[in-house]
């Protein structure tokens, strides 16, 4: 199975945009790229997905590289409720089921 | 708020004890599925289900059951629980069971197995 590569952790300043980085040299061609963020001691959130088209919604923006072999999550202007872990996911169907691969995610600080 | 809805929040059990997860969506999700999470490790599939009465085994189903009886109900059960099995457990549902579809999380159960 393909696997994400992402940094430990990042640093932001408030109403800042913020670029988080995702490798994933080995995607194959059906896999869905999904990114989700966790809060402490929340749940994952959704927060968006794409498969070879740059994607666009009100929480972020997804860029993904033509070759796919990595995407950035845009967050355009950080706030303090962004702070959390954000996991670059991807998933692909495999039977009847979905198959999606976790990292370990990044850890985004964002600084008042 | 519509969306999926976990009990107990927490839990301490000891060795050997049963007990069942609940959980709820009422989003006429068809899809399904319980994770765990552990320090260090990524989410990873206990079971799953594509609609009611089907469901099947995840990456880590020992010591796990499962069933669905309905569209909005996909509880989780140990069987006989170990130390092994302390966790956090999330129960996610999706419209749809392809892979293009995002799943909208539980607030997970913090369960203890001393």
């Known amino acids: 199975d393909a696997k994400t590569t992402q940094p430990n952790s990042m640093e932001s300043n408030e109403e800042e945009p913020v670029h988080l980085p995702c490798n994933h040299s080995?995607?194959?061609?059906?896999?869905?790229i999904h990114w989700y963020r966790q809060l402490p001691s929340q749940g994952p959130e959704y927060v968006i997905h794409?498969?070879?088209?740059?994607v666009n919604n009100r929480m972020a923006s997804l860029a993904i590289a033509e070759d796919r072999k990595s995407s950035t999550l845009i967050l355009h202007r950080a706030t303090l409720r962004d702070a959390a872990v954000y996991y670059c996911?991807?998933?692909?169907?495999?039977?009847?089921?979905?198959?999606?691969?976790w990292g370990l995610g990044t850890s985004l600080a964002v600084n008042p | 708020n519509a969306g999926v809805t976990q009990t107990p929040k927490f839990q301490v059990l000891k060795t050997g004890q049963s007990m069942t997860l609940q959980c709820a969506q009422d989003?006429?999700?068809?899809?399904m599925s319980w994770y765990r999470q552990d320090p260090g490790m990524g989410l990873r599939l206990i079971h799953y289900?594509?609609?009611?009465?089907?469901?099947d085994q995840g990456e880590v189903p020992n010591g796990y059951n499962v069933s669905r009886s309905t569209t909005e109900d996909f509880p989780l059960r140990l069987l006989s629980a170990a130390p092994s099995q302390t966790s956090v457990y999330f129960c996610?549902?999706?419209?749809?069971?392809?892979?293009?579809?995002?799943?909208?999380f539980g607030s997970g159960t913090r369960l203890t197995v001393v």
């Open positions: 996610a549902s999706s419209s749809k069971q392809g892979a293009g579809y995002g799943y909208t």
């Open positions: 989003m006429n999700h068809e899809y």
């Open positions: 289900s594509v609609g009611a009465g089907i469901t």
């Open positions: 080995t995607i194959s061609g059906t896999d869905y």
């Open positions: 794409g498969l070879t088209s740059n």
């Open positions: 996911i991807l998933s692909h169907n495999a039977g009847n089921n979905r198959k999606l691969i």
